[in-house]
């Protein structure tokens, strides 16, 4: 995989050069609310519009259907990326129309452009191969380099990140670049012990995962809406908690695998409880229960673990020289069952080993909660794809980049 420093090292000054970058922030409205993905994109535009390219930034944001959608316009990112830049950044209203085509063609040496959301045309992300290599040639007319940086796509087999780069001299940027890096720590010569943290809603999500880590981990700490089904696999009574029924003989069977090769899985002992979700606009006091895992209440619902899985699973991760972390333990975006998601960032905060923060609602939390993300050796900016990668799987995106 070539990477964008040896791009600059042959020279970009007036190269257009397309970015395919990640600018999938959340919204409220038009007010961005984590801009995370914007600022890790940021060494890879610097870093090109400085030796001179004409940099073509484009993304998707969201899941319009294949159409123009102004609830879904990148043009709030836009700015943001231009606010932290310093300088001024074109935007095109459309993919590859009239609009694209103008502002890109405007562009002078070191200026950078955005062109409008990506999935606004059905090519982007069309079963088609026809159709998406449509979209990719109309794509690829807009620049002479392509630079692949958006991680949190790469596990997607969309136009402009498998079929472009197969039209132009192509590269990783410095994210892409980084984050492999890290995914290597994580299965390649791994420091010991490995420690995984997995939570989040659905045991489903992350089955395939689990089952590669349970030949390479040390030890699983399971938290979140997925813990139900494996305390239910352990017979336990769950009441009207997140549960995946139909995976518990799958969940049992990892529950052995993971005895039977020695790795520690670790479950809650004891979690909070309510009858009510409780409402995360208002965020008003929800006055959780705490409970044994094997005494939860029929009519109440687990929505965090408790203080002493807190302390259980700080001990656990003390030890260990990697920690890979992906999925809050509960419903971390209210005030009273935070505990659990920000006990386990502490902990990573006070680990001496190389910690990861894989992407996603653990990423968010981190910035939610108020942690300084310097102090955690690596956040992803893809949950998804970096739980792809720990499956093993081939990732459409970076196999594109190889070639």
């Known amino acids: ?217 040390d030890r699983l700490l399971i938290g979140g809406g997925m813990a139900y089904t494996f305390l239910k696999a352990k017979g336990y009574e769950v009441g009207i908690s997140l549960l995946q029924e139909d995976q518990v003989p799958a969940v049992t069977e990892y529950m052995e695998r993971a005895e039977k090769n020695g790795v520690e899985l670790v479950l809650p002992v004891d979690v909070l409880v309510s009858a009510e979700f409780p409402d995360l606009k208002t965020k008003a006091p929800a006055n959780p229960t705490t409970v044994a895992a094997d005494a939860i209440p029929a009519d109440q619902e687990g929505l965090d673990i408790g203080p002493e899985t807190r302390k259980l699973y700080a001990s656990k991760l003390a030890d260990a020289a990697t920690v890979f972390w992906n999925g809050p333990m509960g419903v971390f975006e209210h005030p009273d069952y935070a505990e659990g998601t920000k006990a386990v960032a502490q902990a990573l905060v006070d680990s001496q080993g190389f910690t990861v923060v894989g992407g996603g609602d653990s990423a968010a939390a981190v910035r939610t909660l108020g942690f300084d993300e310097n102090a955690f050796g690596h956040i992803s900016t893809g949950g998804g794809a970096s739980l792809e990668y720990l499956e093993g799987k081939t990732l459409p995106g970076l196999a594109a980049l190889e070639d």
Do not use: C, W
């Open 1 to 217: 995989m070539k990477t964008i420093d040896e791009l600059l090292a042959d020279g970009v000054a007036g190269k257009r050069v397309f970015v395919r970058a990640d600018l999938n922030v959340p919204l409220d409205g038009t007010t961005i609310t984590d801009d995370g993905r914007i600022r890790a994109v940021l060494p890879t535009v610097k870093a090109l519009a400085e030796a001179g390219a004409r940099v073509v930034v484009a993304s998707h944001l969201g899941r319009p259907k294949g159409a123009p959608d102004p609830a879904f316009s990148l043009a709030p990112a836009a700015a943001r990326l231009g606010e932290l830049l310093g300088a001024d950044v074109a935007f095109a209203t459309d993919t590859v129309g009239d609009s694209a085509t103008s502002t890109v063609a405007g562009l002078a040496d070191g200026q950078v452009a955005v062109i409008e959301n990506l999935r606004f045309n059905a090519g982007e992300t069309s079963k088609d191969d026809a159709e998406r290599a449509g979209f990719a040639d109309r794509l690829a007319a807009l620049a002479d380099v392509y630079v692949g940086d958006g991680f949190g796509a790469v596990h997607r087999k969309h136009a402009s990140v498998f079929d472009l780069p197969k039209r132009l001299p192509h590269y990783a940027g410095h994210l892409i670049a980084t984050e492999v890096g890290v995914l290597k720590k994580l299965t390649e010569d791994v420091k010991r012990p490995y420690v995984v943290a997995l939570g989040g809603a659905k045991v489903s999500d992350k089955l395939a995962v689990i089952d590669q880590l349970l030949g390479k981990a």
